[in-house]
């Protein structure tokens, strides 16, 4: 069975600095996806970034960067340059095969 | 574009209603999903559909009962709630047939339902 953690129930940051947001997983499968999705309060779910287990490279999109640890099975998401819209919850999630896990979510608050 | 649309955004339902959600994708995708989604917890999985068949129900309540009546559509049809089933509705889809690790979800705003 798979399990996902994220144990930051919420953070600050300041904005125009830089924020981790810490995930780590647990899976016997060697292959699987890692996702990060950002929920504001309006509800929608919006994809951020995916890391495979094979690929070599962290993922990267714009402001957001995945540090992806395999051998700690972590996948802390890295968000630079923080702006006042990127206060929302940030979901982790992994997916072996059809089946798609969250973890708990971090609530972000951006400071001005 | 990746774009999901779901209708109603909110719906306030009766314990003896019957209602239905509906959620749409043009994007080609194969698979489509239902989540339900409590206040402050993640999503969990209702529902998946794969090439319009039905392919994965993780035991939820026959008051839930899903419908895809083509590739871009897919109805959550609601009967005899219960207040504890209040929550955020997600829809979302994937480009392949829903069994791969790498597929991307990409989801819609949700429909918010209140079971009175």
């Known amino acids: 069975a798979q399990k996902i953690t994220q144990t930051q129930p919420g953070m600050f940051v300041q904005e125009k600095e830089a924020v981790t947001l810490d995930c780590t997983y647990d899976?016997?499968?060697?292959?699987?996806?890692l996702f990060w999705y950002k929920q504001p309060s309006s509800g929608e779910m919006i994809f951020l970034i995916y890391?495979?287990?094979?690929?070599?490279q962290n993922a990267t999109e714009g402001r957001y960067s995945l540090n992806f640890q395999k051998a700690r099975k972590s996948a802390n998401l890295v968000i630079s340059a923080s702006q006042l819209g990127d206060s929302a919850m940030y979901f982790c999630?992994?997916?072996?095969?059809?089946?798609?896990?969250f973890g708990a979510g971090t609530r972000l608050t951006v400071k001005p | 574009d990746t774009e999901v649309t779901q209708t109603p955004k909110h719906l306030v339902m009766g314990m003896t209603n019957k209602k239905s959600l509906k959620c749409e994708q043009h994007?080609?995708?194969?698979?489509m999903y239902w989540y339900k989604q409590k206040a402050k917890k993640p999503p969990e999985l209702m529902f998946v559909?794969?090439?319009?068949?039905?392919?994965i129900n993780e035991s939820v309540p026959s008051r839930f009962s899903p419908e895809c009546p083509n590739s871009s559509l897919l109805n959550l049809h609601l009967h005899a709630l219960q207040p504890e089933d209040s929550a955020l509705y997600l829809c979302?889809?994937?480009?392949?047939?829903?069994?791969?690790?790498?597929?991307?979800?990409?989801f819609g705003p949700g429909t918010r339902l209140l079971v009175l």
């Open positions: 979302a889809s994937s480009q392949g047939a829903g069994g791969r690790s790498q597929e991307t979800q990409y």
């Open positions: 899976t016997s499968d060697p292959s699987y996806g």
């Open positions: 890391q495979g287990s094979y690929d070599q």
């Open positions: 999630a992994m997916r072996v095969l059809g089946d798609m896990r």
């Open positions: 994007m080609g995708h194969r698979a």
């Open positions: 559909y794969s090439y319009e068949k039905l392919s």
